[in-house]
């Protein structure tokens, strides 16, 4: 077991282009989305080079007293064919382009939504402890920690896509005209 703490922010640029260390394709399917933030995903990773890698994840809110940046993380590989049937298994999926960024202050990933719920990007920085403040780039805008309508179960389950502009201006305003 580990508790993830991890800081969210919707991207307004492109300047994290420069900083790319690596890139995958990601298929997540959610098999449990409850209201309480317990979560079950299997996730198919495809690198641009090497092989698929697959996990099965479960995240919960670490107790209620917890910053919502502090979510328990239990996370396991598991057989590629087997992600596969539970994929086959989910009606809510979430498919994306992740890339690993080379930037201080923690663990940088950025992800490009793709489907129902593209254009949306999301980048997004794990840290060790919840008082680490890492710097955050200019291409960073509004800090969605926290807000579970943006989380990838929330967006497997409601696509971005389908939100109406006055939602999705509602929920990052100013981002989208």
Not at 76 to 98: F, G
Not at 116 to 125: D, H, S, T
Not at 131 to 147: F, H, N, R
């Amino acid at each position: 077991m580990a508790l993830e703490i991890e800081r969210r922010f919707v991207v307004t640029g492109e300047g994290w282009q420069d900083h790319v260390a690596w890139q995958a394709q990601l298929l997540q399917g959610y098999l449990i989305c409850r209201d309480d933030g317990l979560t079950s995903r299997v996730r198919v990773q495809r690198p641009s080079t090497g092989e698929e890698l697959a996990w099965l994840t479960i995240k919960a809110m670490a107790d209620s007293t917890a910053p919502s940046q502090a979510r328990l993380e239990f996370e396991y590989a598991i057989p590629v064919e087997d992600a596969l049937a539970l994929l086959r298994l989910s009606t809510c999926q979430v498919s994306k382009t992740r890339y690993g960024l080379v930037l201080p202050g923690g663990d940088w990933v950025l992800d490009v939504f793709s489907g129902a719920n593209a254009p949306l990007v999301i980048a997004e920085v794990e840290i060790e402890r919840l008082d680490d403040a890492p710097p955050i780039p200019s291409w960073c805008g509004q800090e969605v920690t926290g807000l579970h309508q943006l989380s990838n179960a929330a967006l497997a389950q409601h696509p971005w896509q389908n939100w109406s502009n006055a939602a999705r201006n509602a929920m990052v305003p100013g981002l989208f005209a």
